[in-house]
């Protein structure tokens, strides 16, 4: 919905910064579906009880990276960036 909503897709999702350069820090559903899975296979899921986990989060544990290779961190760069008032860039962040 998200990439529909910018009129992109995952393979040129980038052209979106053009409108919205803060759009840098995005996350594919790729990215969130490899999330999922590495939760699913995680045999002590249990220890997760409770928890609110971000995908960051998980692919420094769980070893996945996003599409690109990259582990996006957007909430870090929200708060790092976005709401400081800072231009868009992703250095640091993906």
């Known amino acids: 919905m998200m990439l529909d909503n910018f009129g992109v897709t995952e393979d040129n999702w980038?052209?979106?910064?053009?409108?919205?350069?803060?759009?840098?820090f995005s996350e594919s559903p790729a990215y969130v579906g490899?999330?999922?899975?590495?939760?699913?296979g995680d045999s002590d899921i249990?220890?997760?009880?409770?928890?609110s986990l971000s995908n960051s989060q998980l692919a420094q544990e769980y070893g996945f990276t996003d599409l690109d290779g990259?582990?996006?961190d957007?909430?870090?760069?929200?708060?790092?960036?976005d709401d400081a008032g800072?231009?868009?860039?992703?250095?640091g962040y993906r």
């Open 14 to 24: 980038r052209d979106a910064l053009a409108d919205v350069p803060h759009f840098c």
């Open 34 to 40: 490899r999330a999922v899975a590495a939760l699913a």
């Open 46 to 51: 249990a220890r997760r009880n409770g928890q």
């Open 70 to 72: 990259s582990r996006p």
């Open 74 to 81: 957007c909430w870090r760069y929200l708060v790092e960036v």
């Open 86 to 91: 800072k231009p868009a860039d992703a250095t």
